[in-house]
C-alpha cells in the first residue's frame, strides 16, 4: 500500500460534486505539490469556490502524487485524476496550476505528463485542456512561458470568471484554438505568451519583446480586485493532517511598509482591507462548517490592519472557552504586539515569531525594516515575561552589501535575546533561529542585486552553526544550492523553460523537497544548453538594464524601483506609504478604481475628482503626478 | 466536572474514511462535535485535549461496521438531542449505529475490549480453503514476526471459520481476534499464514466484543 492514501480518495466534508455531464464547462484547480501541502493553499480554495458558485462550471482538485503513489500510476497506466469525480486531467476543458514559487515548475510538467497531455503550449490542440497558470512566482512567467497557454498576473478572483466565459463563447463558435487565445489575451491581467517573441543582446543580456499580434497587450498590466470578495467559509476538511489544518481568514491584502526584499510586499499593493465584522462573521460561518479548532488570520503585516485591536477584542469576546486557536502571524517588533497575542491567548504558549530579518540597524534601514535593537530587545523581554518560552527569530543573510560582521551579529542579537529571557525565565528561556538566504526577486528595488554564492553562503553558515549552538539555542537554515535554484528561477528569461525541461527530463521534480532536490539535474541542464547559471545569480546587474519581466506590469515604476534600490544604497529609509504617498504607481493606474471605491478599505489615499479637493487627506491625481 | 456526562457512540468507518489513521479519526471527531456545537469537555492543563477516547486502533485501509469511542459532554442533555446534532454534521464514511450514557467510573474503553471480529471478502477464489484452515487450526503455534520482532499469532486467533459466500460467489472468512493490550491479532498477519495476499481480499471490522 502507498504511504497515506487519504491523500488520492477525494470525498472529504464539504467537496463539491456537480454532475459531469449536466456541467458546461469542467475545471481542474491543480496545486503541483502533495496534497497534504495543496490543501492548505487559500488560493486554491478561493478559486474553487468561486468557480462552484457557477451553475455553468464544476472545479475539481488535483494534487500531485508523492512517488510511491506515482510509481504505481504510472505502472498501472492511470493518468493523473481528479479528486472530487476521479477524472483524467486530460477530460477537463480548463487545468488552472496554482504556482505561488517557484520549485513547483518542475512538478507542474510532471503533473502534465501524468496526464497525459503534451508539455509544451505550441504542441496542444483543440482536443486539448487549456492550460493556465497563476500565483506570485507568475509575475515573472518567462522561464514556464512555453508550458502555460495563458497566465493569470495578480488577483483571480474576478478574471477567472472572465476565462470561463470568454472560453464558452470559443466554445460555442467552435473557433479554432489560436481564437481563444487571442481572446483570452485580451482580458485585463491575462499574459499569453505565445503572442510575443523575446529578443536578446549579443551579450546574453535580454534586450526588448516584439509581439506577434497586434492586439496583444504590452505591457500586460496585473488584475487586482477593487474589494476583497466575502471570504470563503466552506473549507473542505481533509480526513487527513495537512500542514495548516486550519480556517484561513484574509484580513488584509497589500502592505504598505515597503521592506526592499520582499516580493509579495511589492506585487499585492494596494493595500485592501476587511472589516471587523466581515472577518469575525466568516470565522463563525467557517467554525460552524469545518468544526476547525484553529484559525489563521492572514495578512502580509498584521499589526498594520487598521483596526487589529478591535478585532483581536471582539475575537476574544465572542470566542473565549472554545478551545480555539488564533494565530496571528507578521507582527510588528513591538510591545503592543505582545498585547494582541496576549489577548488572543489559548493556553498554548510554544513559540512567539519576530522576524527582524537583519541584525543590526544599519542593515535593517538598507532593506527598509528598520527597528532599533533596544526596541526588539523590549519586545523580547516582554514576551518571555508574559509566559512564553520560546522567541522564533527570522533572519536573512546575503542581504546587499552584507558583511561577515553583519552575519556575526545575528549570532550576537540572538544571544542577547536569550540572555532577556534567562533573566525572567532561567535555563527554560529558548531562542530558535530561522537564517534563510535572500534571493533578490523581480519586480522589488532588489531585482538588480546579485545573489550570493554558494560559498560564502556555507561560509556565513558555517559561522552561525558554530556559535549558535548549545543550551536553549537552535539553528534552522536553508541548503545553499536550493536557494541558487529559486534564484535561478525565479531571475530567468524564456530560455530557462528548455533548462525546466532538461531538468525534468534528469529527474527534477519535488524540489522543494531535501530528499528529492536534484542538483545534478539542473547542473547537467544548464550544462546541455549551453547557458551559464552565474549569469543568472552571480550578476550584478547595471541600473539601465532592462529585464526580462518588464513587460508584466506590477504598475509599480521602474522609476521608483530604481530609486528606493539608489536610496538602499544610500542609508535612507522611506516611511509607511500610508502615512505618504511615494507614487509607485498604484494610484495613478488605479485612479479611477479608487475614486468608485472610497474610503478606509484601501491604504491608498482617496481620489475624489480630477478637480481641487478640499480635505487634507485627499490626494489629488495631479498632485500625484507631481510627487513622482 | 460534576455535570459531565460520558457518552459511548458505535460507528462504521467507511469509503475514503478507511485512509484516515487513529490520530486523525480522533480530530475528526472532534471537528463533529464542535461542528454540532456540543459541548466537548477538555484535558485539564497547559495542553487541553478533547475528552475523545477511540476503543481500538484499526489498520488502515480497512473498513468497520463497530467502531466504538467514548466521549465526555461538559453538562448533561438527553441522548436524542445529542444524536441528531452529530448526524446532522457527520463527515462521508461516519455512521452512528447507536448512542447511550454510560457511568463516568467505568473503566477507561480501551481496556474493556477483548476481541475484535473480522469479516473477509476473498476477490480471488482459493480452492483449497477449508484445507489451509484446518491445517493452521491444528496447529498449537504460528511463530511469526512482525516489525523485527517475533510473537505467536496462534493464540490470538480466538475462532476463524467460513461464512457463507457471497451472491456473487465470492468466498468469505471470518475471524475474532483478541484484541487486549499486548496481545492484538492482526487480520492481515491471519491472511498472510493462510497463504493469501490481504491485497486481493476486502477485510471489514465486523464488531469489538468488550468485557
Known sequence: MVQKPGRYTGGELNQIVKNWDATETRVALVFPEIYDLGMSNLGLAILYDQLNQRHDTLAERAFCPWSDMENAMRAAAIPLYSLETKHPLADFDIIGFSLPYETLFTNTLNALDLAGIPLFSAERTTQHPLIIAGGHATFNPEPMHAFIDAFVIGEGEEVIHEIVDTYQEWRRSAAPRPELLEALANLWGVYVPAFYEAHYHPDGTFSHLTKQLEAAPLPVTKRIVPQLPPPVTRFIVPYINTVHNRVPIEIMRGCTRGCRFCHAGMVTRPVRERSVEEVVTAIEGALAQTGFEEVGLLSLSSSDYTHVVDLVRAISERFTGQHLTISLPSLRIETVSVDLMDALKDGRRAGFTLAPEAATEKMREIINKPVSTPQLLDTAREIYSRGWTTIKLYFMIGHPSETINDVQAIADLCKAVLAEGRKVLGNRAKVHAGVSTFVPKPHTPFQWVSCDTVENIRAKQDLLKRQLRGKGLKLNWNNPEETMLEAWLSRGDRRLAQVIYQAWMNGAKFDAWHEHFNFQAWWEAFTALGLDPAFYTHRQRPIDETFPWEHISTTIRKKFLTEDYLWSQAGDTRVDCRNQCFACGILPTFAEIRREHPGKAWGCPEVKSRRKGDKSNTILIEQVAVLD | ?211
Open chain 2, 1 to 211: 466536572m460534576t455535570n459531565q456526562i460520558r457518552l459511548r457512540i458505535t460507528f462504521s468507518k467507511t469509503e475514503a474514511m478507511r485512509y484516515t489513521s487513529h490520530l486523525d479519526l480522533h480530530r475528526t471527531w472532534e471537528r463533529t462535535f464542535r461542528r454540532a456545537g456540543l459541548p466537548l469537555a477538555y484535558s485539564q492543563g497547559y495542553n487541553p485535549r478533547p475528552k475523545i477516547i477511540l476503543a481500538c486502533a484499526l489498520p488502515l485501509g480497512i473498513t468497520s461496521l463497530g467502531e466504538i469511542l467514548d466521549v465526555w459532554l461538559e453538562k448533561g442533555m438527553p441522548i436524542s438531542e445529542v444524536l441528531s446534532a452529530l448526524q446532522s454534521t457527520l463527515p462521508p464514511g461516519v455512521t452512528i449505529y447507536h448512542l447511550e450514557q454510560v457511568g463516568l467510573q467505568e473503566a477507561a474503553l480501551p481496556t474493556q475490549i477483548t476481541a475484535a471480529e473480522y469479516a473477509a471478502e476473498i476477490l480471488e477464489s482459493v480452492i483449497d480453503l477449508d484445507n489451509r484452515l484446518a491445517i493452521l487450526l491444528s496447529e498449537d503455534h504460528l511463530n511469526r514476526e512482525r516489525r523485527g520482532r517475533g510473537y505467536d499469532l496462534r493464540p490470538l486467533i480466538e475462532n476463524l471459520s467460513r461464512l457463507p459466500d457471497t451472491a456473487a460467489g465470492c468466498q468469505r472468512l471470518s475471524m475474532r481476534l483478541s484484541a487486549r493490550e499486548g496481545a492484538t491479532g492482526r487480520p492481515e498477519e491471519v491472511l498472510d499464514a493462510l497463504g493469501i495476499s490481504s491485497h486481493s481480499v476486502s477485510l471489514t471490522r465486523t464488531k469489538l466484543i468488550l468485557k
